[in-house]
């Protein structure tokens, strides 16, 4: 067997790269759409990074305007801009991935107890729902429940005869609100991840604790949160590893250019399309998208280097 | 046959003793997924009232649960003004060139990729997936699209960039590694070339993960809002749905924005009723759609979600 394989081998070093190439030519061909679309729209805009390190001057070119150095970049450090973004995208994404994956695993675990089947089907359907909308429309319910003039919430209050709420002008709330809406469209679809797993877990484990007397506290303790930790792990670390990517659509269709909110809602994302596309100040926008790409991938390759030490089938490379 | 008996002694005997406990997380498990379910479509059942509601009740009164002073004035607006249905069939004809194509590159390149015998399928992979770890940012992408490729105002801006995504292609890649060897192998075997192989032994295998490969596709550019909002200027007169709600939303801006703006009046500011008409108008293909294909999301973000 052995042997087989190394003249196999020798085999393929005989045989030059072109050779190679050649020989392989049909599957080559098959991955060239998908190599030339890269090569378009992630490689091709690399060199454009150059333009975080000059004085972008519109006629004369990302690479004929002015080098002005690390500038840019200590201009953002300095007026804390840096820091203030960073700070807010990486507290929501830390609160959505750790109340996105509990909130998940509560509802997969309760949605495994259920018996009845019409009432399982129904409620995972109407659960996804809100996975299936566009960013757009999630901004516009929020805002139709919450609006001074006519929102349904201020609605209530005033049946209650209580005073009208202004969240929309009111920073500190935005917090809890942004975490909430994103547990409401993501939890549905999270919660699949966990149910899958939960029914993968074999059955005759489950049945001989209930036959050893087991209730369901023993048995969701004991049985189906350690099946489910090594899931678990993974994908908060996956999470982890997109800690400094802010969910861009989120914020900018509930938000939008509402200065009085950015404060508490002003993530990196946000905080570049502005700058590229209101300010057009490509140069910010760049030294900040910049440095969220260092910064991202160096906690990427944490991540793995942690996914890989739990399981290395889990590892990405 | 003996351990089958036992397994269904065991589970009757499961059924006869339910203890407290099981009746604690039940009723709790009943509670909660109601709750959250209803709160999951109750949004929705506040912009389809609102539409249905005249704008003047709207005013004094708020949003809707129900419709109050039914009228379909708000629908009669948003069609009568015909760019919705233009939107539509620009949204229709996107989705299904960008489904279909981006389907069948994403499917080759998976069937390619996931070959143990193809010695260029780790360099490919890698090339591939480091997009998705670091990427240039918004601005350098912006200048090049505008700039360098001319892309401003054109549709190609919104057709071409949702087209694949790394991920979406690891995930066929994992759908067809699924797939005995032994088919190529055999297709081998009789002699057939590599793309006779990919067409008419592994297409016909892997139709679910098409379908849900081609959802997500579909989902993306029905939903697609952004790239029109970078690339398509007020030039532009028909542009996707989503795009068109999300300029109706924030008319106050867009108008800002636009050169025309300076004489507009307030009075043009879409009502309530029309954004939320526009809402239903741009969102109901999909509401009716998904509880008929949900199934294989479901099948996908299971193979996929997980395993890299």
Redesign the interface.
């Known amino acids: 067997m052995s042997n087989k394989s190394k003249k196999a081998s020798t085999g393929v070093k005989k045989r030059g790269v072109l050779e190679t190439l050649w020989r392989y030519r049909v599957l080559e061909l098959m991955c060239l759409p998908a190599i030339v679309f890269f090569f378009m729209f992630s490689y091709m805009p690399m060199p454009g990074i150059w333009v975080a390190f000059v004085k972008y001057n519109y006629r004369k070119g990302i690479f004929g305007s002015k080098f002005v150095g690390l500038q840019n970049f200590e201009f953002l450090a300095e007026s804390g801009k840096l820091f203030s973004l960073t700070r807010n995208t990486v507290l929501y994404n830390l609160a959505f991935i750790i109340l996105g994956n509990l909130v998940a695993v509560i509802i997969a675990i309760l949605l495994n107890e259920i018996r009845a089947k019409m009432f399982k089907k129904v409620s995972q359907t109407l659960m996804f729902l809100p996975y299936f909308i566009s960013q757009v429309l999630v901004g516009l319910l929020v805002y139709s429940l919450l609006n001074y003039d006519t929102g349904f919430v201020n609605e209530i209050l005033v049946a209650l005869g209580k005073a009208k709420w202004q969240p929309y002008s009111d920073p500190s709330v935005w917090p809890w609100l942004i975490v909430l809406i994103h547990l409401w469209q993501q939890t549905g679809y999270n919660s699949v991840v966990y149910f899958a797993a939960i029914c993968g877990i074999d059955a005759e484990i489950i049945e001989a604790a209930k036959v050893d007397g087991a209730n369901a506290f023993q048995r969701i303790r004991y049985i189906i949160l350690p099946s489910l930790r090594p899931t678990i792990v993974i994908l908060i670390l996956f999470a982890l590893g997109g800690i400094v990517r802010g969910n861009f659509g989120l914020f900018w269709n509930i938000i939008g250019s509402n200065s009085v909110l950015y404060e508490t809602t002003d993530i990196i994302e946000t905080f570049v399309y502005r700058a590229t596309m209101s300010d057009f100040n490509f140069s910010t926008a760049s030294a900040v998208g910049f440095y969220q790409s260092l910064v991202g991938f160096a906690i990427v390759m944490l991540a793995n280097f942690a996914v890989k030490k739990i399981d290395p089938d889990y590892s990405l490379f | 046959m003996a351990k089958n008996k036992e397994?269904e002694f065991?589970?009757s005997?499961?059924k006869i003793?339910l203890?407290?406990?099981?009746y604690?997380?039940?009723g709790?498990?009943?509670v909660?997924?109601?709750l959250?379910?209803?709160?999951?479509?109750f949004?929705?059942l506040?912009?389809i009232g609102?539409s249905f509601t005249s704008e003047s009740y709207?005013?004094t009164?708020?949003?809707q649960?129900f419709p109050r002073e039914f009228t379909l004035k708000a629908y009669e607006m948003v069609i009568g003004s015909g760019n919705i249905w233009k939107s539509y069939l620009l949204t229709i004809v996107l989705t299904l060139i960008g489904t279909v194509c981006g389907l069948l590159?994403?499917a080759?390149?998976g069937?390619?990729?996931q070959?143990k015998d193809?010695?260029?399928r780790n360099a490919?992979s890698?090339?591939?997936?480091f997009?998705s770890?670091?990427?240039?940012?918004?601005?350098?992408?912006?200048?090049?699209m505008t700039?360098?490729?001319k892309l401003l105002d054109s549709y190609l801006a919104v057709l071409?960039?949702l087209?694949?995504s790394?991920w979406l292609?690891i995930l066929m890649k994992n759908f067809i590694k699924q797939i005995p060897h032994e088919i190529t192998e055999s297709g081998k075997i009789d002699g057939a070339?590599?793309?006779t192989i990919?067409v008419y032994l592994i297409l016909p295998m892997i139709k679910p993960a098409l379908a849900t490969i081609g959802l997500f596709l579909a989902?993306g550019y029905?939903?697609?809002?952004?790239q029109s909002?970078?690339f398509l200027t007020a030039k532009v007169t028909v542009k996707p749905l989503?795009?068109t709600?999300?300029e109706i939303?924030?008319k106050l801006?867009a108008l800002r924005?636009s050169v025309a703006g300076q004489y507009v009046t307030l009075t043009d500011i879409p009502e309530?009723s029309v954004?939320?008409a526009n809402?239903v108008l741009?969102?109901g293909p999909?509401?009716l759609l998904?509880?008929f294909v949900?199934k294989y999301?479901?099948g996908g973000?299971?193979v996929g979600?997980?395993?890299?």
Not at chain 2, 19 to 22: A, H, L, Y
Not at chain 2, 222 to 226: G, K, M, T
Not at chain 2, 305 to 308: D, E, L, S
Request: with cysteine; proline share 5%.
């Open positions: 397994i065991e589970a005997n499961s003793k203890g407290t406990s099981d604690i997380v039940r709790t498990g009943y909660l997924v109601t959250y379910a209803i709160a999951c479509v949004p929705f506040i912009i609102t709207i005013r009164h708020g949003v649960l590159i994403i080759m390149t069937y390619a990729l070959r193809f010695p260029f490919i890698f090339y591939i997936y997009t770890l670091f990427s240039a940012g918004l601005a350098p992408y912006y200048l090049l700039q360098t490729y071409l960039p087209m694949m790394p292609i070339g590599d793309m990919f989902l029905w939903n697609e809002w952004y909002s970078l989503q795009y709600l999300y939303v924030n801006d924005n309530q954004k939320m809402a741009a969102t999909i509401v998904y509880p949900q999301f479901i973000i299971t979600a997980v395993k890299g």
